[in-house]
């Protein structure tokens, strides 16, 4: 007989991969400057066409991919259209959410609501008050 059960597993996760829809890129300020309505996200690290997709560093909460030099005070509406994944260190990928609620760890000073990106991030792609516990949150509602 076949049948599904559940196994619990430890695995050391390493890397969170994003990919969000962004409907309002002027809602960020980059290098100190507000970027004004219709602004079309040019120049935003990790943009790529109209997703942005950061690689975070669980740990420390370095964005992998950041363009060095480069600040940011994002604050993007995503609404619904938050993908993400995440890699261990053996390269097996886990939690695989596809146009979802922005996960919770995404929002490290402040609530987004499940619908905004809101973070800080320094010229070496350091998330500000990035909480790598809040990671497990999408594991223990499970």
């Not at 060095?68 to 604050?75: C, E, R, S």
Request: proline residues 4%; hydrophobic residues 35%.
């Amino acid at each position: 007989m076949k049948t599904v059960i559940k196994i619990e597993k430890e695995v050391d996760l390493k890397t969170m991969h994003v990919s969000a829809g962004v409907r309002y890129w002027e809602d960020a300020v980059i290098n100190g400057i507000e970027m004004g309505e219709s602004w079309d996200g040019e120049g935003v690290p990790c943009k790529e066409g109209d997703l942005w997709k950061p690689i975070i560093e669980i740990e420390t909460g370095k964005i992998l991919n950041w363009e060095p030099g480069k600040t940011a005070d994002i604050h993007f509406k995503v609404c619904d259209q938050c993908s993400w994944f995440f890699l261990d260190s053996e390269g097996e990928k886990y939690g695989e959410q596809t146009n979802e609620y922005v996960h919770p760890v995404l929002c490290p000073e402040k609530s987004g609501y499940g619908d905004y990106i809101i973070m800080r991030v320094d010229a070496e792609g350091m998330i500000r008050g990035w909480k790598a516990d809040r990671v497990t949150e999408q594991f223990e509602e499970e």
